[in-house]
């Protein structure tokens, strides 16, 4: 299983970007995605998360300005952020709950946790 991360670069602040991540490979199933962001130094921290019925929780500071979307039938999952401040700068990774397909065709029985490759997100003052 691989996340495909997307959207990233330089923005003013005030401005917007759209992150976008695919997931793919062996999957039979996904629960919860996600997107994390981290800062050099500091630990990662959940953003955004949603259910496969789409249900989202946000982090404080980016309620009202972020909001997270998945198309259950492409794997994807999407972060729109709006009115970006210099404090959103950071790495922007997305995950994803998975239940993989095992190389014998069967299912697995438990859940992994799987990390897109990060995308940088820079907002200038």
């Known amino acids: 299983v691989q996340l495909q991360a997307s959207g990233g670069g330089l923005v003013q602040a005030g401005g917007s970007l759209r992150l976008a991540c695919a997931a793919s490979?062996?999957?039979?199933?996904?629960?919860?995605m996600a997107w994390y962001r981290q800062d050099p130094g500091k630990q990662r921290e959940l953003v955004a998360s949603i259910t496969p019925g789409g249900s989202a929780n946000y982090e404080d500071s980016v309620n009202d300005r972020f909001t997270i979307s998945r198309d259950n039938d492409k794997n994807t999952v999407d972060l729109q952020m709006n009115n970006l401040k210099p404090e959103d700068t950071a790495v922007y990774f997305c995950?994803?709950?998975?239940?993989?397909?095992?190389?014998?065709?069967?299912?697995?029985?438990?859940?992994?946790?799987?990390w897109g490759q990060g995308t940088l997100v820079t907002v200038s003052s």
């Open positions: 995950s994803a709950s998975v239940r993989p397909r095992l190389d014998d065709g069967t299912v697995s029985g438990r859940w992994y946790d799987y």
């Open positions: 490979g062996s999957i039979f199933e996904i629960n919860v």
